[in-house]
């Protein structure tokens, strides 16, 4: 049975995007391996990653866990190069799929000798760390590399539109370039609920039926900036009364969040509910989605609110732009002004129409990043990549076989 292989930096990338492309891979009559670091980390409740493995290995998928490290300056990594590409010999795998830059720079290196053997390799491109508006930093580390390891990719598929223009535009040489609509969102778990069920729910976990409820869900880090959403909250108080911000996730700035928070005095009104199992629920039970991120890929917390079916207040950055369309699903507003994001949300509070108008055109706008459109994609580009390998496979053996020949 041929053999493919799944990889990430760490395993929530692979259970949070990627379980259905196991089970496509597995659906296609594949062997599914899994290679990912499944340590346990601060974003991560303890047992989680463990969890998983166990889920995996009873689904029949053989796992590696590997101790790569995020930050691609440790030279643990370098280690990890070598354990990669060894298993990389042993499995012989005819299609790899990886996820994340470290993850993506590692297996790419890694395959370079098996892929002239015909396998094939697709890399995710979840958000390039390189964009508009980016550090410099980040253009003369990330970028280069980036079009270079495009040279060792079968396959680059972005989740954006600007990032997809940038691979294209400045030529990354890889064998085919696609844009998918994200990862899929479950649209039979995320659904629109009414009044009535939405203060059930509330009543269920223990908030007010009259709060007026914005959610951001997302890792507790520099990146997603949810001081400004905090800061936000502050002028809000004297306006909306019954305001309620929740803030889901773990991240190294929990300690500082709740600093803020604590120095504003405003504990009442911003709550941080760290990792949940239930933000299904959550988003049902809220009035407005937000987020403040300084860059995403194509965020999937915004699409689980649009398929909610509610409006949205988002940060002027590449991915959110993607899905927010300013005046029609929501507001997008400059992602360091607090005093915008209140405006915007006093507008949506002021009139429950709008928000209604708002909630109507996400669900309409979200129908292409449906779960099973991107199966559909992700199949279809599976199938072709197979049949790529298959042809190169074919292709070595009648060389092998002519030379065989020759020397007789």
Known sequence: MSKALVMASVAPMISSFN?????????M????HVLANFAEDSETPTGRNEQFRQELEANGVTVFDVAIDRNPLKKINLQVFFQIKKIFDQEQYVLIHCHSPIGGVLTRLAAAEARKSGTKVIYTAHGFHFFNGAPRK???????VEKWLARYTDCLITINGEDYEAAHLRKFKAGYLTMMDGVGIDQTRFTPTEDVLRGE????????????????VGELCARKNQQVLIEAAKLLTPYITNLKLLIVGNGDKKESYTQQISELGIEEQVELLGYRGDVHQLMQMSDVVVSSSKQEGLPVNIMEGMATGLPLVVSNCRGNRDLVRDG?????VEKEDAALFAEAIK????????RETFGAQSLELIQQYGIKNISIKMKTLYQETLQMAAAVSLTAATLTSEQKKTTR
Do not use: C, H, M
């Open 347 to 354: 507008t949506l509070y002021a009139s429950k129409p709008l």
């Open 29 to 32: 009559g594949l062997e599914v």
């Open 138 to 144: 980040n253009w003369l580390l990330y970028y280069p």
């Open 328 to 332: 029609q699903n929501g507001f997008v």
């Open 19 to 27: 379980r259905d492309n196991i089970r496509l891979l597995q659906e």
């Open 201 to 216: 729910v509330r009543e269920k976990l223990g908030f007010p039926q009259d709060a007026f409820i914005l959610i951001y």
